[in-house]
């Protein structure tokens, strides 16, 4: 039985908030983003789920997608990311529970929205 960081780490690569800071997580990407085009995406992602604008919501969830991609790593450097994933995570459960169960909420949501929008990758 997987564990949700190899789960995490095998999913389509999507922004996560974890505290204040901003990760693209996913297949072979784990990176702390410092961008601001990358968080002002972000913004106008959650003002449409705010909003329940299903056209804005489409767009925005396809911009993330689209630039946490773009973080992906190089595959030989696959497993050295995964350990540092895998650490990163185990940190987090261990020193901040909050900011955990809350990045258990967006992965939960990101696999609603894929499930929703991208029916062919579920």
Do not use: C, W
């Amino acid at each position: 039985m997987s564990t949700l960081k190899e789960e995490l780490f095998e999913k389509k690569s999507f922004i996560y908030q974890i505290g204040g800071d901003y990760y693209a997580i996913g297949s072979n990407t784990f990176a702390k983003l410092t961008g601001s085009p990358e968080l002002d995406n972000l913004e106008l992602f959650r003002n449409a789920l705010k909003k329940n604008n299903e056209r804005q919501i489409v767009k925005y969830y396809e911009k993330i997608l689209r630039i946490a991609n773009t973080y992906r790593a190089d595959a030989r450097e696959h497993y050295k990311l995964r350990d540092r994933l895998y650490a990163f995570l185990d940190e987090l459960e261990k020193n901040d529970e909050a900011a955990f169960r809350e990045l258990q909420s967006q992965i939960a949501l990101a696999d609603e929205l894929t499930k929703k929008y991208l029916p062919e990758n579920t």
